[in-house]
């Protein structure tokens, strides 16, 4: 079906292609989206001249690439909800996958580069799924962890891999990956970063049909009660596996572009654990149970890393305490705060109402006050029995 306009329930939405059809508000918001991704290069050399330090492209580029990676994570953590302590595997074997292909194979075209990191990826999950999915919760997630482990220390220790120096992805007489044939010289950056704006859609378009599919049901049924799935006849190790796999692909896609942007790898910058732990958290901090969430928790989180590192020696003090209270501000994180029923939503429902509210009857400030009172010391009677308990063992 083409795109255009459609009527549903008396208000007008738009058709953006097959299947995917959006209120006008969240039409508008997603051209809004585009259209700044697009436009990240323009804004940065904006921010240069302003001497706005943090709006830097390879920082936003960063946060793209390890929120791209949070996407596919996210398809095994919504879902089957199983938590993944590996996926720092499959991003730093699409980031070495071109490093090697670039020094020791000399492939010099940047797009070859990609499609081998993304297939090297998809094998890793493919065979790290295989063994580790035999197990479930906290197995599996120890599983995962120790795969990773273990390719980190194989990169760490392989002198032919660079050691802990990591290898550059600088091939041919150009000293750089090629775009059909062509170096790209002082364009290499933006043209990298638009490219890897074109994956992040299309791959957002793929996994917004994949969770809007049967395959999406079925996982829903498999993270309900894995039993009772089979029992109605679900091959649950084959969906699993192959929900495993797509999320690989993801992160293999998202480490090949890494890699070609930065030109260098490192082991603790792609394979370390703590990786994992960021695409881990990306996707709970921007919200888990949404399609954007994990994108934008990405950039979110590494822009505070970096203007934290700018700003104190404490940084991770910085943006702990920064994450500490979007997480417990925004518990559906940022995206989900944003959604239907969402804090913010709520909030400003609520302030509305009691706007309007006040403007029909001041003397509602006086019950406002009281009840606030009330609650603060309500708090303040939970908090002092919880010392005591602690304290003395006294309630």
Known sequence: MSPGLVDRDGETHVRVTSGLVLSKRRFAGLIAGVLFLFAVPDLVRVAQALDISFFQLGVIHRGLVFGFAAVGLNLLLRHTELVSFGHAAFFGTGAYTAAVAAVYLDVTGLLVLLLLA?????????????????HTGLYFALLTLAFGQLLYAIALGQSALGGSDGMPVRPGEANEPLLFGQALGDAYGVVTYYITAVVVLVGLL?????????????LDAIGQDRTRAEFIGLPVRRYVWTAFVISGVYGGVAGGLFAVFRRYVTPDGTLYF?????????????????????LVGGVVLIVLE??????????EFLTGTVLLILVFGFPEGIVGSLGEGGVFRRAVGQTRHGVASLREDPSVAGDW???????????????????????????
Request: proline share 3%; glycine share 14%; hydrophobic share 45%.
């Open 118 to 134: 993304t297939a090297l990826g998809t094998v890793m999950a493919g065979v790290i799924g295989a063994l580790s999915l035999r």
């Open 274 to 294: 703590l990786q994992s732990g960021d695409i881990l958290y990306m996707a709970i901090l921007g919200g888990f149970k949404t399609l954007l969430g994990p």
């Open 369 to 395: 006050g009281r009840r606030i009172g009330r609650g603060l010391r309500q708090q303040i009677d939970e908090s002092l029995t919880t010392l005591r308990v602690v304290l003395f063992g006294v309630s």
């Open 206 to 218: 793929v996994m917004w049909r994949i969770i809007n599919s049967p395959f999406r049901y079925a």
């Open 306 to 315: 970096f203007v934290g590192r700018s700003v104190t020696p404490y940084f």
